[in-house]
Protein backbone atom coordinates (compact mmCIF):
# COMPACT_ATOMS: atom_id res chain seq x y z
CA UNK A 1 0.00 0.00 0.00
CA UNK A 2 1.32 3.50 -0.48
CA UNK A 3 2.14 6.05 1.72
CA UNK A 4 1.48 9.42 0.98
CA UNK A 5 3.26 11.81 3.00
CA UNK A 6 4.92 14.43 0.74
CA UNK A 7 3.24 16.18 -2.50
CA UNK A 8 4.76 18.02 -5.44
CA UNK A 9 2.48 20.20 -7.69
CA UNK A 10 4.59 20.66 -10.80
CA UNK A 11 2.79 24.01 -12.18
CA UNK A 12 1.44 26.78 -9.85
CA UNK A 13 -0.89 28.38 -11.94
CA UNK A 14 -4.88 28.65 -11.98
CA UNK A 15 -5.46 25.02 -11.46
CA UNK A 16 -2.58 23.94 -9.47
CA UNK A 17 -2.77 27.04 -7.18
CA UNK A 18 -6.41 26.19 -6.03
CA UNK A 19 -6.45 23.06 -6.06
CA UNK A 20 -3.25 22.36 -3.52
CA UNK A 21 -4.45 24.60 -1.16
CA UNK A 22 -7.67 23.01 -1.02
CA UNK A 23 -5.91 19.80 -0.97
CA UNK A 24 -3.42 20.88 1.67
CA UNK A 25 -5.98 23.11 4.27
CA UNK A 26 -8.27 19.58 4.28
CA UNK A 27 -4.89 17.22 4.68
CA UNK A 28 -2.93 18.91 7.42
CA UNK A 29 -0.86 16.27 7.92
CA UNK A 30 0.60 15.83 4.50
CA UNK A 31 3.08 18.55 3.57
CA UNK A 32 2.32 20.35 -0.07
CA UNK A 33 4.91 21.85 -2.47
CA UNK A 34 3.74 23.96 -5.57
CA UNK A 35 6.52 24.22 -7.61
CA UNK A 36 6.65 26.33 -11.09
CA UNK A 37 9.64 27.04 -13.23
CA UNK A 38 8.55 30.83 -13.62
CA UNK A 39 10.35 33.04 -10.48
CA UNK A 40 7.74 35.70 -10.60
CA UNK A 41 4.33 33.71 -10.46
CA UNK A 42 6.12 31.88 -6.85
CA UNK A 43 7.05 34.84 -5.46
CA UNK A 44 3.66 36.27 -5.98
CA UNK A 45 2.25 33.05 -4.73
CA UNK A 46 4.36 34.01 -1.57
CA UNK A 47 3.44 37.64 -1.30
CA UNK A 48 2.36 38.48 2.17
CA UNK A 49 -0.52 40.37 0.91
CA UNK A 50 -3.08 38.21 -0.49
CA UNK A 51 -4.53 40.85 -3.22
CA UNK A 52 -1.12 40.49 -4.88
CA UNK A 53 -1.29 36.41 -5.69
CA UNK A 54 -0.96 35.45 -9.10
CA UNK A 55 -4.53 34.61 -9.89
CA UNK A 56 -8.09 36.08 -8.39
CA UNK A 57 -10.61 33.70 -6.97
CA UNK A 58 -13.33 34.56 -4.51
CA UNK A 59 -12.03 33.02 -0.77
CA UNK A 60 -8.29 31.64 -2.31
CA UNK A 61 -6.71 34.24 -0.03
CA UNK A 62 -8.06 33.25 2.82
CA UNK A 63 -7.17 29.55 2.40
CA UNK A 64 -3.57 30.59 1.30
CA UNK A 65 -3.05 32.82 4.55
CA UNK A 66 -4.35 29.78 6.52
CA UNK A 67 -2.30 27.25 5.08
CA UNK A 68 0.69 28.90 3.75
CA UNK A 69 4.13 27.80 5.14
CA UNK A 70 2.17 25.54 7.76
CA UNK A 71 1.87 22.39 4.90
CA UNK A 72 1.74 24.22 1.92
CA UNK A 73 4.91 25.86 0.26
CA UNK A 74 5.52 27.41 -3.39
CA UNK A 75 9.28 27.14 -4.41
CA UNK A 76 10.77 27.33 -7.56
CA UNK A 77 12.86 24.21 -6.81
CA UNK A 78 11.55 21.17 -8.99
CA UNK A 79 14.24 18.76 -8.61
CA UNK A 80 14.02 18.86 -4.99
CA UNK A 81 9.95 18.88 -4.89
CA UNK A 82 10.12 16.06 -6.99
CA UNK A 83 12.52 13.78 -5.34
CA UNK A 84 10.55 14.56 -2.02
CA UNK A 85 7.60 14.05 -3.41
CA UNK A 86 5.46 10.34 -3.02
CA UNK A 87 2.63 11.59 -5.48
CA UNK A 88 3.03 14.19 -8.23
CA UNK A 89 0.25 16.54 -10.04
CA UNK A 90 1.47 17.79 -13.17
CA UNK A 91 -0.40 20.80 -13.51
CA UNK A 92 1.00 22.47 -16.04
CA UNK A 93 -0.55 24.11 -19.47
CA UNK A 94 -1.38 22.67 -22.35
CA UNK A 95 -1.76 25.28 -25.05
CA UNK A 96 -3.18 24.69 -28.82
CA UNK A 97 0.31 23.84 -31.11
CA UNK A 98 1.08 26.64 -32.76
CA UNK A 99 3.62 25.14 -35.14
CA UNK A 100 3.83 22.05 -37.17
CA UNK A 101 1.65 19.36 -37.54
CA UNK A 102 -1.87 19.91 -35.93
CA UNK A 103 -1.05 23.74 -35.30
CA UNK A 104 -3.82 25.38 -34.44
CA UNK A 105 -5.70 22.04 -33.41
CA UNK A 106 -3.78 19.32 -31.10
CA UNK A 107 -2.71 20.09 -27.55
CA UNK A 108 0.70 20.98 -27.52
CA UNK A 109 2.31 18.27 -25.34
CA UNK A 110 5.85 19.64 -24.29
CA UNK A 111 5.45 20.88 -21.32
CA UNK A 112 3.97 17.40 -19.71
CA UNK A 113 6.65 15.79 -22.18
CA UNK A 114 9.46 17.58 -19.99
CA UNK A 115 7.95 17.14 -16.89
CA UNK A 116 8.25 13.51 -17.29
CA UNK A 117 11.37 13.50 -18.49
CA UNK A 118 12.09 15.50 -15.59
CA UNK A 119 10.48 13.55 -13.28
CA UNK A 120 12.25 9.95 -14.47
CA UNK A 121 15.55 11.69 -14.57
CA UNK A 122 15.18 12.87 -10.51
CA UNK A 123 13.16 10.19 -8.92
CA UNK A 124 15.25 7.24 -6.53
CA UNK A 125 12.19 6.11 -5.53
CA UNK A 126 8.49 4.85 -7.04
CA UNK A 127 5.88 7.90 -7.43
CA UNK A 128 2.74 7.94 -8.21
CA UNK A 129 2.33 10.45 -11.32
CA UNK A 130 -1.17 12.45 -11.57
CA UNK A 131 -2.32 14.17 -14.41
CA UNK A 132 -4.65 17.26 -13.60
CA UNK A 133 -4.13 18.76 -16.44
CA UNK A 134 -6.28 18.05 -19.87
CA UNK A 135 -4.53 15.70 -21.86
CA UNK A 136 -5.78 14.00 -24.58
CA UNK A 137 -6.43 10.12 -24.72
CA UNK A 138 -3.64 7.87 -24.21
CA UNK A 139 -1.21 10.59 -23.03
CA UNK A 140 -0.80 8.76 -20.02
CA UNK A 141 0.75 5.81 -22.31
CA UNK A 142 3.25 8.62 -23.74
CA UNK A 143 4.19 9.51 -20.05
CA UNK A 144 4.98 6.28 -18.98
CA UNK A 145 6.98 5.37 -21.78
CA UNK A 146 8.79 7.99 -20.75
CA UNK A 147 9.54 7.37 -17.33
CA UNK A 148 10.15 4.00 -17.29
CA UNK A 149 12.26 4.05 -20.82
CA UNK A 150 14.44 7.12 -18.78
CA UNK A 151 14.10 6.49 -15.08
CA UNK A 152 16.34 4.91 -12.83
CA UNK A 153 14.43 1.66 -12.45
CA UNK A 154 11.65 3.10 -10.19
CA UNK A 155 8.00 2.04 -10.33
CA UNK A 156 5.26 4.58 -11.59
CA UNK A 157 1.89 4.81 -11.54
CA UNK A 158 0.43 6.53 -13.76
CA UNK A 159 -3.35 8.25 -12.93
CA UNK A 160 -5.40 10.64 -14.26
CA UNK A 161 -7.25 12.73 -12.05
CA UNK A 162 -8.71 15.66 -14.55
CA UNK A 163 -10.35 19.03 -12.67
CA UNK A 164 -13.38 20.07 -13.02
CA UNK A 165 -13.60 23.33 -11.44
CA UNK A 166 -14.45 26.78 -13.00
CA UNK A 167 -12.58 29.81 -12.46
CA UNK A 168 -14.48 32.58 -10.50
CA UNK A 169 -15.76 29.40 -8.33
CA UNK A 170 -12.74 27.55 -7.84
CA UNK A 171 -12.75 26.92 -4.41
CA UNK A 172 -16.13 26.57 -4.16
CA UNK A 173 -15.83 23.79 -7.03
CA UNK A 174 -13.32 22.39 -4.89
CA UNK A 175 -14.66 22.31 -1.81
CA UNK A 176 -18.06 20.68 -2.82
CA UNK A 177 -17.11 18.98 -6.17
CA UNK A 178 -20.00 17.09 -8.08
CA UNK A 179 -17.67 14.39 -8.72
CA UNK A 180 -13.91 13.36 -8.52
CA UNK A 181 -12.76 11.52 -11.28
CA UNK A 182 -9.82 9.20 -10.82
CA UNK A 183 -8.22 7.21 -13.47
CA UNK A 184 -5.67 4.24 -13.16
CA UNK A 185 -4.41 1.57 -14.54
CA UNK A 186 -6.62 -1.79 -14.08
CA UNK A 187 -3.88 -3.84 -12.08
CA UNK A 188 -3.79 -4.22 -7.89
CA UNK A 189 -0.70 -1.76 -7.94
CA UNK A 190 -3.05 0.56 -10.09
CA UNK A 191 -5.92 0.44 -7.84
CA UNK A 192 -3.61 0.63 -4.95
CA UNK A 193 -2.62 4.00 -6.37
CA UNK A 194 -6.18 5.09 -6.98
CA UNK A 195 -7.27 4.53 -3.63
CA UNK A 196 -4.22 6.61 -2.33
CA UNK A 197 -5.57 9.13 -4.19
CA UNK A 198 -9.10 8.84 -3.23
CA UNK A 199 -7.84 8.71 0.66
CA UNK A 200 -6.74 12.28 0.05
CA UNK A 201 -10.12 13.48 -1.83
CA UNK A 202 -11.96 11.44 1.02
CA UNK A 203 -10.70 13.98 3.90
CA UNK A 204 -13.40 16.11 2.87
CA UNK A 205 -15.25 14.61 -0.77
CA UNK A 206 -18.02 12.28 0.31
CA UNK A 207 -16.88 8.56 -1.29
CA UNK A 208 -19.89 8.06 -3.30
CA UNK A 209 -18.46 11.34 -5.59
CA UNK A 210 -15.23 9.83 -5.81
CA UNK A 211 -15.79 7.69 -9.32
CA UNK A 212 -12.73 5.25 -10.41
CA UNK A 213 -12.30 4.25 -13.67
CA UNK A 214 -9.57 3.04 -16.47
CA UNK A 215 -7.38 5.73 -17.63
CA UNK A 216 -8.57 6.23 -20.89
CA UNK A 217 -12.23 6.79 -19.86
CA UNK A 218 -11.10 9.39 -17.28
CA UNK A 219 -8.61 11.60 -19.80
CA UNK A 220 -11.89 11.53 -22.42
CA UNK A 221 -14.42 12.40 -19.81
CA UNK A 222 -12.51 15.34 -19.47
CA UNK A 223 -12.66 16.77 -22.81
CA UNK A 224 -16.19 15.28 -23.21
CA UNK A 225 -17.36 17.19 -20.28
CA UNK A 226 -16.02 20.42 -21.66
CA UNK A 227 -17.37 19.97 -25.21
CA UNK A 228 -20.79 19.40 -23.98
CA UNK A 229 -20.75 22.26 -22.07
CA UNK A 230 -19.10 24.69 -24.29
CA UNK A 231 -22.02 22.66 -26.96
CA UNK A 232 -24.91 23.91 -24.44
CA UNK A 233 -23.63 27.13 -25.32
CA UNK A 234 -23.52 27.38 -29.04
CA UNK A 235 -26.65 26.23 -29.32
CA UNK A 236 -28.43 28.66 -27.21
CA UNK A 237 -25.95 31.52 -28.69
CA UNK A 238 -27.31 29.97 -32.26
CA UNK A 239 -30.78 30.14 -30.98
CA UNK A 240 -29.84 34.16 -29.52
CA UNK A 241 -29.59 34.60 -33.25
CA UNK A 242 -32.89 33.32 -34.47
CA UNK A 243 -34.71 35.05 -31.40
CA UNK A 244 -33.55 38.32 -32.92
CA UNK A 245 -34.68 38.16 -36.04
CA UNK A 246 -38.30 36.24 -34.79
CA UNK A 247 -38.88 39.03 -32.21
CA UNK A 248 -38.63 35.76 -29.34
CA UNK A 249 -36.59 36.30 -26.23
CA UNK A 250 -33.68 34.18 -25.41
CA UNK A 251 -34.46 34.41 -21.88
CA UNK A 252 -37.69 33.24 -21.67
CA UNK A 253 -36.88 29.93 -24.24
CA UNK A 254 -33.96 29.14 -22.02
CA UNK A 255 -35.79 29.27 -18.98
CA UNK A 256 -38.61 27.29 -20.97
CA UNK A 257 -36.40 24.78 -22.16
CA UNK A 258 -34.29 24.62 -18.92
CA UNK A 259 -37.30 23.82 -16.89
CA UNK A 260 -37.13 20.16 -18.55
CA UNK A 261 -35.51 18.26 -16.09
CA UNK A 262 -33.97 16.44 -19.36
CA UNK A 263 -32.15 19.18 -20.09
CA UNK A 264 -31.71 21.67 -16.92
CA UNK A 265 -31.61 25.23 -16.45
CA UNK A 266 -27.52 25.88 -16.34
CA UNK A 267 -25.53 26.78 -18.99
CA UNK A 268 -28.31 28.60 -21.13
CA UNK A 269 -26.95 32.06 -20.74
CA UNK A 270 -26.45 33.53 -24.16
CA UNK A 271 -23.64 35.66 -24.61
CA UNK A 272 -21.18 37.41 -26.72
CA UNK A 273 -19.33 33.86 -27.27
CA UNK A 274 -17.48 31.54 -24.73
CA UNK A 275 -13.80 32.15 -23.54
CA UNK A 276 -11.73 30.42 -21.05
CA UNK A 277 -8.34 28.39 -21.29
CA UNK A 278 -10.57 25.45 -21.85
CA UNK A 279 -13.55 25.09 -24.32
CA UNK A 280 -11.85 26.30 -27.65
CA UNK A 281 -9.00 23.87 -26.81
CA UNK A 282 -10.56 20.83 -26.05
CA UNK A 283 -12.37 20.79 -28.38
CA UNK A 284 -10.32 21.64 -31.22
CA UNK A 285 -8.28 18.71 -29.30
CA UNK A 286 -11.42 16.23 -29.34
CA UNK A 287 -11.78 17.30 -33.18
CA UNK A 288 -7.86 16.85 -34.14
CA UNK A 289 -8.44 13.43 -32.44
CA UNK A 290 -11.50 12.35 -33.94
CA UNK A 291 -9.50 13.44 -37.12
CA UNK A 292 -6.70 11.78 -36.70
CA UNK A 293 -8.94 8.24 -35.97
CA UNK A 294 -10.61 8.76 -39.63
CA UNK A 295 -13.48 9.81 -37.78
CA UNK A 296 -14.85 13.01 -39.90
CA UNK A 297 -18.18 12.87 -38.92
CA UNK A 298 -17.34 13.39 -35.62
CA UNK A 299 -14.78 15.50 -36.04
CA UNK A 300 -17.33 18.28 -37.99
CA UNK A 301 -20.15 17.67 -35.54
CA UNK A 302 -18.07 19.03 -32.63
CA UNK A 303 -16.08 21.68 -35.14
CA UNK A 304 -19.89 23.34 -35.76
CA UNK A 305 -19.45 24.26 -32.13
CA UNK A 306 -16.50 26.37 -32.40
CA UNK A 307 -17.60 27.91 -35.77
CA UNK A 308 -20.93 28.69 -34.29
CA UNK A 309 -18.96 30.66 -31.57
CA UNK A 310 -16.35 32.37 -33.31
CA UNK A 311 -19.78 33.54 -35.28
CA UNK A 312 -21.03 34.79 -32.34
CA UNK A 313 -18.46 37.14 -31.59
CA UNK A 314 -18.17 38.45 -35.31
CA UNK A 315 -22.16 39.34 -35.41
CA UNK A 316 -21.43 41.39 -32.38
CA UNK A 317 -18.73 43.39 -33.69
CA UNK A 318 -20.66 44.14 -36.82
CA UNK A 319 -23.61 44.80 -35.37
CA UNK A 320 -21.75 47.50 -33.21
CA UNK A 321 -20.44 48.72 -36.98
CA UNK A 322 -23.59 48.85 -38.06
CA UNK A 323 -25.70 50.36 -35.25
CA UNK A 324 -23.17 53.45 -35.29
CA UNK A 325 -24.24 54.41 -38.98
CA UNK A 326 -21.53 51.88 -40.55
CA UNK A 327 -18.61 53.89 -39.61
CA UNK A 328 -16.94 53.58 -35.73
CA UNK A 329 -13.45 54.82 -37.14
CA UNK A 330 -12.01 57.35 -34.21
CA UNK A 331 -15.07 56.86 -32.38
CA UNK A 332 -15.00 55.91 -28.69
CA UNK A 333 -16.14 52.74 -27.77
CA UNK A 334 -16.35 51.80 -24.22
CA UNK A 335 -16.24 48.29 -23.33
CA UNK A 336 -17.28 47.05 -19.62
CA UNK A 337 -15.20 44.36 -19.20
CA UNK A 338 -11.82 42.24 -20.47
CA UNK A 339 -12.62 39.38 -18.51
CA UNK A 340 -13.41 35.48 -20.54
CA UNK A 341 -15.96 35.87 -17.53
CA UNK A 342 -16.55 37.45 -13.74
CA UNK A 343 -15.08 36.77 -11.05
CA UNK A 344 -11.44 36.41 -12.59
CA UNK A 345 -8.49 37.64 -13.64
CA UNK A 346 -7.77 35.22 -16.51
CA UNK A 347 -8.39 36.50 -19.95
CA UNK A 348 -7.68 33.66 -22.29
CA UNK A 349 -9.91 33.49 -25.32
CA UNK A 350 -12.03 36.15 -24.06
CA UNK A 351 -14.32 37.29 -26.28
CA UNK A 352 -13.47 40.72 -25.63
CA UNK A 353 -10.24 40.58 -27.41
CA UNK A 354 -11.97 39.56 -30.73
CA UNK A 355 -14.47 42.12 -30.37
CA UNK A 356 -11.61 44.96 -29.86
CA UNK A 357 -9.39 43.69 -32.53
CA UNK A 358 -12.04 44.17 -34.90
CA UNK A 359 -13.12 47.56 -33.74
CA UNK A 360 -9.79 48.58 -34.15
CA UNK A 361 -9.74 46.98 -37.71
CA UNK A 362 -11.90 49.87 -38.10
CA UNK A 363 -10.37 52.56 -36.40
CA UNK A 364 -12.36 52.46 -33.43
CA UNK A 365 -10.90 53.79 -30.31
CA UNK A 366 -11.61 51.38 -27.41
CA UNK A 367 -11.30 52.42 -23.81
CA UNK A 368 -11.84 49.84 -21.33
CA UNK A 369 -13.02 49.43 -17.56
CA UNK A 370 -12.24 45.49 -15.93
CA UNK A 371 -12.14 45.48 -12.27
CA UNK A 372 -9.33 42.58 -12.41
CA UNK A 373 -7.46 42.89 -16.14
CA UNK A 374 -4.46 45.12 -15.65
CA UNK A 375 -3.55 47.48 -19.23
CA UNK A 376 -0.53 45.22 -19.73
CA UNK A 377 -1.97 42.06 -19.99
CA UNK A 378 -4.86 43.55 -22.55
CA UNK A 379 -2.37 44.84 -24.78
CA UNK A 380 -0.76 41.13 -24.05
CA UNK A 381 -3.73 39.47 -25.74
CA UNK A 382 -4.03 42.14 -28.47
CA UNK A 383 -0.48 41.88 -29.34
CA UNK A 384 -0.81 37.78 -29.40
CA UNK A 385 -3.20 38.31 -32.23
CA UNK A 386 -0.30 39.71 -34.25
CA UNK A 387 -2.94 41.72 -36.53
CA UNK A 388 -1.14 45.05 -36.11
CA UNK A 389 2.12 46.76 -34.52
CA UNK A 390 2.19 46.67 -30.69
CA UNK A 391 2.45 50.40 -30.89
CA UNK A 392 -1.14 51.10 -33.19
CA UNK A 393 -2.34 48.83 -30.39
CA UNK A 394 -1.63 51.06 -27.41
CA UNK A 395 -2.65 53.88 -29.26
CA UNK A 396 -6.23 52.37 -30.01
CA UNK A 397 -6.63 50.58 -26.56
CA UNK A 398 -6.55 52.54 -23.42
CA UNK A 399 -7.60 50.76 -20.01
CA UNK A 400 -9.58 52.68 -17.14
CA UNK A 401 -9.33 52.55 -13.07
CA UNK A 402 -12.79 52.85 -13.15
CA UNK A 403 -16.10 52.78 -15.56
CA UNK A 404 -16.67 56.51 -15.73
CA UNK A 405 -13.62 57.52 -17.37
CA UNK A 406 -13.52 54.83 -19.66
CA UNK A 407 -17.58 55.69 -20.81
CA UNK A 408 -17.26 59.24 -20.63
CA UNK A 409 -17.89 60.64 -24.22
CA UNK A 410 -17.85 57.42 -25.66
CA UNK A 411 -20.16 56.73 -28.64
CA UNK A 412 -21.04 52.91 -27.39
CA UNK A 413 -20.86 51.01 -24.34
CA UNK A 414 -20.24 47.03 -24.82
CA UNK A 415 -20.89 44.85 -21.72
CA UNK A 416 -18.33 41.99 -22.39
CA UNK A 417 -17.82 40.50 -19.17
CA UNK A 418 -21.01 39.88 -16.82
CA UNK A 419 -19.18 41.76 -13.72
CA UNK A 420 -21.73 42.13 -10.76
CA UNK A 421 -20.47 45.87 -10.26
CA UNK A 422 -21.86 47.09 -14.09
CA UNK A 423 -25.39 46.29 -13.02
CA UNK A 424 -25.16 48.68 -10.56
CA UNK A 425 -23.45 51.83 -12.12
CA UNK A 426 -25.31 55.09 -11.89
CA UNK A 427 -26.95 54.80 -15.80
CA UNK A 428 -28.31 58.03 -15.70
CA UNK A 429 -25.22 60.06 -15.20
CA UNK A 430 -23.72 57.95 -17.60
CA UNK A 431 -26.40 58.53 -20.22
CA UNK A 432 -25.84 62.25 -19.63
CA UNK A 433 -21.75 61.78 -20.39
CA UNK A 434 -22.28 60.08 -23.41
CA UNK A 435 -22.72 61.44 -27.08
CA UNK A 436 -26.02 61.17 -28.89
CA UNK A 437 -27.80 58.47 -29.34
CA UNK A 438 -26.21 56.83 -26.45
CA UNK A 439 -26.08 53.40 -27.18
CA UNK A 440 -25.55 49.82 -25.41
CA UNK A 441 -24.71 46.61 -26.30
CA UNK A 442 -25.32 44.17 -24.22
CA UNK A 443 -23.40 40.96 -24.38
CA UNK A 444 -24.26 39.28 -21.23
CA UNK A 445 -27.58 40.19 -21.01
CA UNK A 446 -27.01 41.46 -17.81
CA UNK A 447 -28.51 44.92 -17.97
CA UNK A 448 -32.60 46.23 -17.89
CA UNK A 449 -33.57 46.98 -20.95
CA UNK A 450 -36.23 49.10 -20.61
CA UNK A 451 -35.06 50.64 -17.84
CA UNK A 452 -32.44 51.97 -20.21
CA UNK A 453 -34.70 52.75 -22.77
CA UNK A 454 -36.77 55.16 -20.18
CA UNK A 455 -33.58 56.85 -19.88
CA UNK A 456 -32.63 57.31 -23.01
CA UNK A 457 -29.92 54.98 -24.80
CA UNK A 458 -30.57 52.76 -27.53
CA UNK A 459 -30.21 49.04 -26.72
CA UNK A 460 -28.82 46.07 -28.30
CA UNK A 461 -29.07 43.23 -25.83
CA UNK A 462 -28.04 39.57 -26.79
CA UNK A 463 -31.02 37.28 -28.06
CA UNK A 464 -33.76 39.85 -27.64
CA UNK A 465 -36.06 40.58 -30.97
C1 LIG B 1 -39.88 13.40 -27.81
C2 LIG B 1 -39.68 14.34 -26.64
O1 LIG B 1 -39.00 13.66 -25.59
C3 LIG B 1 -41.02 14.83 -26.13
O2 LIG B 1 -40.80 15.81 -25.10
C4 LIG B 1 -41.78 15.48 -27.29
O3 LIG B 1 -43.05 15.91 -26.83
C5 LIG B 1 -41.91 14.50 -28.46
O4 LIG B 1 -40.61 14.04 -28.85
P1 LIG B 1 -40.53 10.84 -28.05
O5 LIG B 1 -40.12 11.01 -29.48
O6 LIG B 1 -41.84 10.19 -27.79
O7 LIG B 1 -40.58 12.26 -27.31
O8 LIG B 1 -39.49 9.97 -27.27
P2 LIG B 1 -38.04 10.26 -26.60
O9 LIG B 1 -38.00 9.52 -25.32
O10 LIG B 1 -37.67 11.69 -26.54
O11 LIG B 1 -37.07 9.51 -27.59
C6 LIG B 1 -36.83 9.92 -28.93
C7 LIG B 1 -35.80 9.02 -29.57
O12 LIG B 1 -34.50 9.28 -29.01
C8 LIG B 1 -36.06 7.54 -29.38
O13 LIG B 1 -35.77 6.86 -30.58
C9 LIG B 1 -35.08 7.15 -28.28
O14 LIG B 1 -34.72 5.80 -28.35
C10 LIG B 1 -33.90 8.06 -28.60
N1 LIG B 1 -33.03 8.35 -27.42
C11 LIG B 1 -33.48 9.04 -26.35
C12 LIG B 1 -31.73 7.86 -27.41
O15 LIG B 1 -31.27 7.24 -28.38
N2 LIG B 1 -30.94 8.12 -26.32
C13 LIG B 1 -31.37 8.80 -25.24
O16 LIG B 1 -30.59 9.02 -24.27
C14 LIG B 1 -32.71 9.29 -25.27
C1 LIG C 1 -14.77 25.31 -17.81
C2 LIG C 1 -15.60 24.17 -17.19
O1 LIG C 1 -16.84 24.70 -16.69
C3 LIG C 1 -14.81 23.52 -16.06
O2 LIG C 1 -15.54 22.41 -15.56
C4 LIG C 1 -13.47 23.06 -16.60
O3 LIG C 1 -12.70 22.50 -15.56
C5 LIG C 1 -12.71 24.22 -17.23
O4 LIG C 1 -13.52 24.83 -18.26
P1 LIG C 1 -14.23 27.83 -17.12
O5 LIG C 1 -13.69 27.95 -18.51
O6 LIG C 1 -13.39 28.29 -15.98
O7 LIG C 1 -14.60 26.30 -16.80
O8 LIG C 1 -15.61 28.64 -17.01
P2 LIG C 1 -17.12 28.37 -17.43
O9 LIG C 1 -17.98 28.83 -16.33
O10 LIG C 1 -17.35 26.98 -17.90
O11 LIG C 1 -17.34 29.38 -18.63
C6 LIG C 1 -16.70 29.23 -19.89
C7 LIG C 1 -17.19 30.30 -20.84
O12 LIG C 1 -18.54 30.04 -21.23
C8 LIG C 1 -17.17 31.71 -20.26
O13 LIG C 1 -16.71 32.62 -21.24
C9 LIG C 1 -18.62 31.96 -19.92
O14 LIG C 1 -18.94 33.32 -19.93
C10 LIG C 1 -19.32 31.21 -21.04
N1 LIG C 1 -20.69 30.81 -20.69
C11 LIG C 1 -20.90 29.90 -19.70
C12 LIG C 1 -21.76 31.34 -21.38
O15 LIG C 1 -21.57 32.16 -22.29
N2 LIG C 1 -23.02 30.96 -21.05
C13 LIG C 1 -23.27 30.05 -20.07
O16 LIG C 1 -24.46 29.74 -19.84
C14 LIG C 1 -22.18 29.51 -19.37
P1 LIG D 1 -3.67 26.08 -16.00
O1 LIG D 1 -4.84 26.97 -16.32
O2 LIG D 1 -3.73 24.74 -16.69
O3 LIG D 1 -3.37 25.96 -14.54
P2 LIG D 1 -1.46 27.98 -16.28
O4 LIG D 1 -0.82 28.48 -17.53
O5 LIG D 1 -2.22 28.93 -15.41
O6 LIG D 1 -2.38 26.75 -16.71
O7 LIG D 1 -0.34 27.31 -15.36
C1 LIG D 1 0.62 26.41 -15.78
C2 LIG D 1 1.95 26.69 -15.05
O8 LIG D 1 2.84 25.62 -15.33
C3 LIG D 1 2.65 27.97 -15.49
O9 LIG D 1 2.84 28.81 -14.36
C4 LIG D 1 4.02 27.48 -16.06
O10 LIG D 1 5.10 28.34 -15.72
C5 LIG D 1 4.18 26.14 -15.35
N1 LIG D 1 5.07 25.20 -16.05
C6 LIG D 1 5.06 24.83 -17.35
N2 LIG D 1 6.01 23.92 -17.61
C7 LIG D 1 6.67 23.69 -16.44
C8 LIG D 1 7.76 22.83 -16.05
N3 LIG D 1 8.36 22.00 -16.92
N4 LIG D 1 8.15 22.86 -14.76
C9 LIG D 1 7.54 23.68 -13.87
N5 LIG D 1 6.51 24.50 -14.18
C10 LIG D 1 6.07 24.51 -15.44
Redesign the pocket.
Known sequence: MYKIQKICC????????PTMSVIAQKNPHIQVTV????QQ?INAWNSQNMDEL??YEPGLGEIVSQVRGRNLFFDTD?DRAIEEADMIFI?????TKTYGKGKGMAADLK?IE??AR?IARVSKSSKIVVE???LPVRTAQAIKRILDQTGNGVEFQILSNPEFLAEGTAIKDLLEPDRVLIGGAETERGNEAIEALASLYRAWVPSDRILATNVWSSELSKLTANAFLAQRVSSINAISELCEVSGANVNEVARAIGTDTRIGNRFLKASVGFGG??FQKDILNLVYIAQSYGLDEVAQYWEQVIIMNDHQKKRFSEKIVTTLFNTVSDKKIAFLGWAFKKDTN?T?ESAAIYIANELIEEQASVHVYDPKVTQMQMLADLDYLNVRSCDINSERLIAHQEAYSAIEGAHAIAVLTEWDEFVCLDWKRIYQQMQKPAFVFDGRGILDQKELENIGFEVYTIGIG
Open positions: IGAGYVGGVDVNRPIVSVNTPYLCQKSTSCDR
